[in-house]
């Protein structure tokens, strides 16, 4: 068994923007991205620190706009609309969730799918069925980048994917898809899961259960890939595989925390930087 290292990973592919920044920023263009936080969620704090952390490693600008919990929808959309008509404004991402009186799929469909970094835009969405990909939604971006550090091929595997919600499990499944998988999402009412999952070759696991998938479901050499992060009572964070049972079967198996978490935000970053090489393309191209 061997533990793919999704720091290593993520940093890797942070190192590679960070140059390739450099080299953007000689001709006056620096990848900028809007963070948009409404209230006090500590988790999202957290969150919205890290990315802006990682802007700040990458050599990306980064701007926050915090607004308070009673912002009104229509003052958020506004928001949104001035950025999205700023030319200095690579990527715009709004850290979820929004409090209740604010529509999420509202606020999504607002933001600009040439600045929708998260690939949360029903266009990005769209355009992921159909293969073109210009805006990849990142976790499962980052999960294909694990599943590629192996060196194993996707192409003609048997993938399995529990969990089919449209942040993770939907967009995965899509992406193992395009990349020649043959795919199978599981999901609550899914009926014998237990011999579905002994059958992949490659089996992503986004429930956010903590240790739901166990040994007897993993196939003996199959590449295991631990989306969950749940928070015990002892404050530690555990994944969906119960990690010590499965890791004697598995061929490959992400660990929690350090596996998918910090590709995820590795991927925004790709997606802001290409966001901003598309802007440096139009003002050339004028
Ligand atoms: P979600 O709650 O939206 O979806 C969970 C999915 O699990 C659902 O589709 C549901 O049908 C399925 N499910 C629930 N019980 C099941 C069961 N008994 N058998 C089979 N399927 C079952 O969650 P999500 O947003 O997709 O997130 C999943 C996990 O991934 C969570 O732990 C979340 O914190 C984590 N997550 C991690 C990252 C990251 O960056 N690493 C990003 C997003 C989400």
Redesign the pocket.
């Known amino acids: 068994m061997k533990i793919i290292d999704g720091k290593a990973v993520s940093l890797r592919i942070k190192d590679e923007i960070k140059e390739k920044t450099a080299k953007l920023s000689e001709s006056g263009i620096i990848p900028t991205l809007a963070v948009i936080i409404v209230g006090n969620d500590p988790a999202s704090r957290v969150y919205v620190n890290n990315k802006k952390k990682a802007c700040e490693y990458v050599g990306f600008n980064s701007v926050e706009y915090a607004l308070d919990e009673s912002v009104s929808r229509n003052e958020l959309l506004g928001l949104i609309d001035r950025l999205n008509a700023d030319s200095g404004v690579d990527g715009i991402l709004c850290q979820l969730p929004l409090p209740k009186h604010i529509d999420e799929n509202a606020v999504m469909n607002a933001i600009s799918y040439e600045k929708d970094v998260d690939a949360f835009n029903p266009i990005n969405v769209g355009r992921i069925m159909s293969g073109d990909f210009g805006m990849l939604p ?2 499962p971006a ?1 999960i294909m980048e694990l599943i590629a550090s192996t060196g194993e091929s996707v192409c003609g595997k048997r993938a399995v994917v ?8 939907k967009p995965t499944a899509m992406l193992l898809l395009n990349a020649d998988a043959t795919v199978t999402v ?5 009926k014998n ?1 237990k011999d579905i999952c002994r059958q992949a070759d490659i089996l992503i696991a ?4 903590a240790g ?1 998938v166990t040994a007897d479901m993993v196939k003996e050499g199959a590449t295991v890939i631990d ?4 928070r015990g009572k002892d404050g530690k964070l555990r994944g ?1 595989v119960d990690f010590e049972g499965v890791a004697g079967k598995a061929g490959y198996i992400t660990p929690v925390p350090g ?3 910090p ?2 935000i590795a991927m925004l970053m790709k997606n802001t930087y290409n966001a901003a090489l598309r802007r440096q393309n139009t003002e050339t191209c004028g």
């Open positions: 990142c976790t980052g529990i969990g089919r919600s449209n942040i993770v499990g599981c999901h609550s009412k899914t899961l986004a429930v956010g259960k739901f989306v969950g992060i749940n969906d596996g998918c978490g590709m995820t």
